[in-house]
């Protein structure tokens, strides 16, 4: 079993940053990969990128890449989702999952119950 945690959502004005954390924990964490997804009213899950709990190896959504970065600090067990230049569209619920595949819809993985970011001025 897994637990994951996110915090640090919030309001930021477009173009802020904001950097979101998930802790993990439970019998059978650390998992190999860890991921950030996210959920608006406009649009389905998406993809945000993925992490290796060994090597620290990234991959990200095309859409994704260069406002948002993934890193992870296995000594405290916790992801982190570095989010710059915000827009209003980034708003939605952030998610982290933990697998242990490279797919967060396999059977066995974990998903924490979000954090709300709002990017509005």
């Known amino acids: 079993q897994v637990r994951l945690v996110e915090s640090g959502g919030g309001l930021v004005q477009p173009g802020g940053s904001l950097r979101l954390s998930c802790v993990g924990s439970?019998?059978?964490?650390?998992?190999?990969?860890m991921g950030w997804f996210r959920r608006s009213a406009e649009k389905e899950r998406e993809f945000i990128g993925h992490?290796?709990?060994?090597?620290?190896?990234?991959h990200y959504a095309d859409s994704m890449k260069g406002r948002f970065t993934i890193s992870l600090d296995t000594a405290k067990k916790t992801l982190y989702l570095q989010m710059n230049n915000l827009e209003p569209t980034d708003t939605a619920v952030y998610y982290c999952?933990?697998?242990?595949?490279?797919?967060?819809?396999?059977?066995?993985?974990?998903w924490g119950l979000g954090t709300q970011v709002t990017v509005s001025a």
């Open positions: 999952a933990a697998a242990n595949v490279e797919n967060f819809d396999f059977p066995g993985s974990s």
């Open positions: 439970g019998r059978t964490f650390p998992t190999n990969f």
């Open positions: 992490i290796r709990w060994i090597g620290g190896s990234t």
